[in-house]
Nanobody, 123 residues
Framework: VQLQASGGGLVQPGGSLRLSCTASGFTLDYYTVAWFRQAPGKEREGVSCISSDADKTYYADDVKGRFTISRDNVKKIVYLEMNKMKPEDTAAYYC?????????????????WGRGTLVTVSS
């Protein structure tokens, strides 16, 4: 059973990146999926979340209007599209899956954590 985040890299301020979260060993479609991030020296924070049927989403205040979460349950991928990126978005980004709804997953009720992908926003 494995969850994997990918798509990180170096981007200039104002630029864009798209992260992907894929799963092996279990069916991602049934799970609410969230993105968390952890910057050096800071606590992990929730960034965004999407319910299993994609009818509910959540965004942290500092990414609203810039980040978009989506999922393709045919391809079994959850995406995080990040636009207008800022240096403060620099962090390791992790995807996580939980069987509960968006509030439960954002509260930390996680069944599976993925390995992170590093995002660096710098000129």
């Amino acid at each position: 059973v494995q969850l994997q985040a990918s798509g990180g890299g170096l981007v200039q301020p104002g630029g864009s990146l798209r992260l992907s979260c894929t799963a092996s060993g279990f069916t991602l479609d049934y799970y609410t999926v969230a993105w968390f991030r952890q910057a050096p020296g800071k606590e992990r924070e929730g960034v965004s979340c999407i319910s299993s049927d994609a009818d509910k989403t959540y965004y942290a205040d500092d990414v609203k209007g810039r980040f978009t979460i989506s999922r393709d349950n045919v391809k079994k991928i959850v995406y995080l599209e990040m636009n207008k990126m800022k240096p403060e978005d620099t962090a390791a980004y992790y995807c996580a899956a939980g069987i509960g709804g968006v509030p439960a997953v954002m509260a930390g009720r996680i069944n599976y954590w993925g390995r992170g992908t590093l995002v660096t926003v710098s000129s």
